[in-house]
């Protein structure tokens, strides 16, 4: 990850079966914004498409949000999520980071217009990404 005190881009992901969502932020802004959502299978996107979001923004870093349950056991989704992180890792050998993203659809859907909701039930999904990485920046570390 970058060092503390390091600017820069990151990317976020907010994992799940069919879309994964994605955010972009910068550390010395602290702030992140949404990117929409991927296609998946069984949580796996579309390479293809990933490498065109590195390629573009560059991140120094990537964030994977990690689904856990209130008492911070692991849950149905945390396995495939550890997966996706390992794999962004793997295939682009950027640092890749996890972090705790219990309650962040629920922010996303409070942020989101309803009409957007309704226009564009995946738009979740990328708002999500943004709440999992400004989630990293808060907590210090980046």
Do not use: K
């Not at 390091?6 to 879309?19: I, K, N, V």
């Not at 702030?31 to 560059?58: F, H, K, T, Y």
């Not at 989704?77 to 659809?105: I, Q, Y």
């Amino acid at each position: 990850m970058p060092e503390p005190g390091e600017d820069g881009t990151l990317l976020a992901f907010d994992p799940g079966e069919q879309h994964i969502g994605v955010a972009v932020g910068e550390r010395l802004l602290a702030s992140a914004r949404s990117l929409g959502s991927l296609p998946a299978r069984a949580g796996q996107p579309d390479w293809r498409q990933v490498a065109e979001l590195i390629e573009r923004w560059r991140p120094r870093a990537l964030v994977v949000g990690l689904p856990l349950h209130a008492d911070g056991s692991d849950s149905t989704s945390t396995a495939l999520a550890r997966r996706l992180a390992g794999r962004l890792h793997g295939r682009f050998g950027l640092p890749v980071a996890t972090v705790d993203e219990r309650l962040s659809s629920h922010e996303a859907a409070l942020r989101l217009d309803p009409r957007t909701r309704r226009r564009d039930p995946t738009a979740v999904h990328g708002e999500a990404a943004s709440v999992i990485l400004e989630t990293y920046f808060a907590q210090g570390a980046a």
